[in-house]
């Protein structure tokens, strides 16, 4: 069984950077894998944030690219996601996705955008 756990969420001022992780577990090797960030804005639907495939190709949502970077530490079989200049529409809760046919989801965590 897989498990998704992301950290590293929180309240920050706009403009600011967070880096989200997300720690895989259940003797499963990510680098072969699609895994992706989502985020869900209260009353609206979960949308993509930014995908790595297995061959290790990025793609960003419009409204994201050139500010957060998607990337992971196969040794640590560990997900990233860093945010820079982060805008108070960048709030939502952000989930961890890994898709090997089955797609798993982590519980999420809150990110804040506010002054």
């Known amino acids: 069984q897989v498990q998704l756990v992301e950290s590293g969420g929180g309240l920050v001022q706009p403009g600011e950077s967070l880096r989200l992780s997300c720690a895989a577990s259940?003797?499963?090797?990510?680098?072969?894998?699609?895994m992706g960030w989502y985020r869900q804005a209260p009353g609206k639907q979960r949308e993509l944030v930014a995908r790595?495939?297995?061959?290790?190709?990025?793609n960003y949502a419009d409204s994201v690219r050139g500010r957060f970077t998607i990337s992971r530490d196969n040794a640590k079989n560990t997900l990233y996601l860093q945010m820079n200049n982060l805008k108070p529409e960048d709030t939502a809760v952000y989930y961890c996705?890994?898709?090997?046919?089955?797609?798993?989801w982590g519980q999420g965590t809150q990110v804040t955008v506010s002054s």
């Open positions: 996705n890994l898709d090997r046919g089955t797609r798993y």
């Open positions: 259940g003797s499963i090797i990510i680098s072969i894998y699609a």
């Open positions: 790595i495939t297995g061959g290790d190709t990025t």
